[in-house]
C-alpha cells in the first residue's frame, strides 16, 4: 500500500526556527550555514515556507533571497527531510515559493543557485528553469560564497545557478 501524505505548505512561523535549522543541519554538503537570526529575518520578509503533515510535523523548508542590486529573487535553503523524500513536497514549497516572489518582487528574475550535492537540479528544470552559466551571473550573487567557489580560485566547485525562463 502507498503511503499518502497530506502536505501543507504554509508560511513560517518563529516557533519554527530550531526545526528549520535542525532541517537545513541535515544538507550533506551545504556550502553556507544559516543562522537563527537570519531564518527570523527571512520569517518577517515572508521568505520562508515550510512543508508540514497533518499531524503538524515539519518536513521540509524553502526560503527565498532577494539580490537587490541585481534584481534577482533566489529560491534557497531548501531542504526535506529524508523519510519524507520522494513525494513531491519540495516541488510544491518551490512552486509555492516561486507565486510569492513573483508577488513580492514582480519585476526580479528567480534563479535558484544550487551546490553540487543539490537535489533540486532536476525539480528546478522540470519548473522551466534553465541554466545560466556562472561566468554571466552578476558578482553579487557570489559574495557569500566560501573560499572554494569558482569565482573566487577559477575552479570548477560543482555549483550551478538556473534562472527561470
Not at 544550487?114 to 534553465?130: D, N, V
Not at 541554466?131 to 550551478?160: M, R, V, W
Request: hydrophobic share 40%; glycine share 8%; aromatic share 6%.
Amino acid at each position: 500500500m502507498t503511503e499518502i501524505l497530506e502536505i501543507k505548505i504554509r508560511p513560517s512561523e518563529s516557533k519554527d526556527v530550531e526545526v528549520i535549522l535542525g532541517l537545513i543541519a541535515q544538507a550533506p554538503d551545504a556550502l553556507l550555514t544559516v543562522t537563527p537570526a537570519e531564518i527570523q529575518s527571512w520569517i518577517a520578509l515572508g521568505h520562508s515556507l515550510v512543508a508540514e503533515d497533518s499531524n503538524g510535523k515539519v518536513l521540509g523548508h524553502q526560503g527565498l533571497g532577494h539580490w537587490q542590486q541585481s534584481n534577482l529573487a533566489e529560491l534557497r535553503a531548501a531542504y526535506v527531510d529524508p523519510s519524507a523524500r520522494g513525494k513531491g513536497i519540495n516541488t510544491l514549497m518551490k512552486k509555492e515559493m516561486i507565486k510569492r516572489a513573483k508577488e513580492m518582487y514582480p519585476d526580479s528574475a528567480i534563479i535558484g543557485f544550487t551546490e553540487a550535492a543539490s537535489k533540486s537540479r532536476g525539480i528546478l528544470t522540470k519548473l522551466g528553469f534553465i541554466d545560466l552559466s556562472l561566468d554571466a551571473a552578476p558578482q553579487e550573487l557570489f559574495s557569500i560564497c566560501p573560499a572554494n567557489c569558482y569565482k573566487k580560485t577559477g575552479i570548477d566547485c560543482g555549483c550551478k545557478i538556473f534562472i527561470k525562463k
